[in-house]
């Protein structure tokens, strides 16, 4: 049974970083897509980003990119996403996926492996 177990998360000032952690059993993140998505109160869960497998390549949503980067260290099974100049607008609950890949790694439907997530809260 694959869990994936998220850690990282907190109250934070906007201009600060964070560092999410995703934990891994039962499946080897290498070997796997896998991603980051966020859900804010009443929106849509939306996609962050994502790393194919075997590292071949990294995918960001456009509100991210330069300031959020996505890793995973294999000899511990975790993915990370490290987050840098955090926003208001990043203020969501952050959830760790992991799937069988395909043709988008932006869309939900190529995860079946779901965290319980960890909640980032930005102030001004």
């Known amino acids: 049974q694959v869990q994936l177990v998220e850690s990282g998360g907190g109250l934070v000032q906007a201009g600060d970083s964070l560092r999410l952690s995703c934990a891994a059993s039962g499946r080897a993140v290498s070997n796997y897509l896998m991603g980051w998505f966020r859900q804010a109160t009443g929106k849509e869960r939306e996609f962050v980003a994502a790393?194919?497998?075997?590292?071949?390549?990294?995918y960001y949503a456009d509100s991210v990119k330069g300031r959020f980067t996505i890793s995973r260290d294999n000899a511990k099974n975790t993915l990370y996403l490290e987050m840098n100049s955090l926003q208001l607008e990043d203020t969501a609950v952050y959830y760790c996926?992991?799937?069988?890949?395909?043709?988008?790694?932006?869309?939900?439907?190529?995860?079946?492996?779901w965290g319980q997530g960890t909640q980032v809260t930005v102030s001004s």
């Open positions: 790393i194919s497998k075997f590292d071949i390549r990294t």
């Open positions: 996926a992991s799937g069988p890949g395909g043709w988008d790694p932006r869309s939900i439907e190529m995860y079946d492996a």
